[in-house]
């Protein structure tokens, strides 16, 4: 099974009603097909209106769409690594994986919170991203200091060092698509490790 980290597109809006009232996070994260669908029908407006009950408003607005989240599978910290040279928060515009984001309650959705990021903060990294190549990409990967620093998954990349590489870009090629696809529609993300 493993550690999984993915991102999950959200307005600021959504962000902060998910802010406001923590306890919708699974349903925005897990349940909200099921919910939409619910919703689509009718059937609980009947409900409403045939017994007199009023609407607790228990959803967060807003309909999935393709390609509306993101998982980079178990790669997230190495990537992080050759990102910043850091398995850990440094405060600068790469470092946006394991950044200390705005924890949504204290709801663990799988390994803790998930966590807010606004739009403005995903912009910030998709352009931090512009400017990163796979060059940069490779000199950063060093499986030896993912080992010493503890990362998720180093004993993968040092014992296959180019194998691990090859991963991590792929995944970061797939996060480039999905971060430009948020900052096209101005949204931020909520992202958690599942």
Same mark, same amino acid.
């Given at each position: 099974?493993?550690?999984?980290? !993915?991102?999950?597109?959200? #307005? ?16 925005? %994260?897990? /349940? ?19 017994? +007199?009950? !009023?609407?607790?408003?228990? #959803?967060?607005? +807003?309909?999935?769409? $393709?390609?509306? $989240?993101?998982? %980079? ?23 946006? %994986?394991?950044? $200390?984001? *705005?924890?949504?309650?204290? @709801?663990?959705?799988? =390994?803790? *919170? ?5 739009? @403005? /903060? ?5 352009? !931090?991203? !512009? ?8 000199? +950063? =990967?060093? *499986? ?7 990362? =998720? %998954? ?5 014992? /296959? *060092?180019?194998?691990?590489?090859? =991963?991590?870009?792929?995944?970061? #090629?797939?996060?480039? #698509? ?7 529609? /101005? ?8």
């Amino acid at each position: 099974m493993g550690m999984v980290f !993915a991102l999950r597109r959200a #307005t600021d809006e959504q962000i902060d009603a998910l802010l406001a009232r923590p306890l919708l996070i699974e349903d925005f %994260l897990y /349940n909200e097909p099921r919910v939409a669908a619910v919703a689509k029908t009718g059937l609980m407006e009947k409900l409403i209106s045939t017994f +007199g009950f !009023a609407s607790q408003n228990s #959803t967060i607005s +807003g309909e999935r769409e $393709e390609g509306d $989240e993101i998982d %980079l599978d178990k790669a997230w910290h190495g990537l992080h690594f050759a990102l910043t040279g850091s398995g850990w928060a440094t405060g600068a515009p790469l470092s946006f %994986l394991v950044e $200390e984001w *705005p924890e949504i309650g204290d @709801v663990d959705v799988g =390994y803790g *919170p998930a966590k807010a990021i606004r739009a @403005v /903060n995903v912009a910030r990294f998709n352009d !931090a991203l !512009a400017g990163f190549t796979a060059m940069d990409l490779r000199a +950063g =990967y060093h *499986p030896q200091a993912m080992l010493e620093q503890e990362l =998720y %998954l180093a004993d993968f990349f040092a014992e /296959n *060092p180019e194998e691990g590489i090859e =991963y991590i870009e792929h995944w970061l #090629t797939e996060l480039r #698509t999905f971060i430009a696809g948020c900052v096209a529609r /101005n949204a931020g993300v909520v992202s958690y490790i599942c």
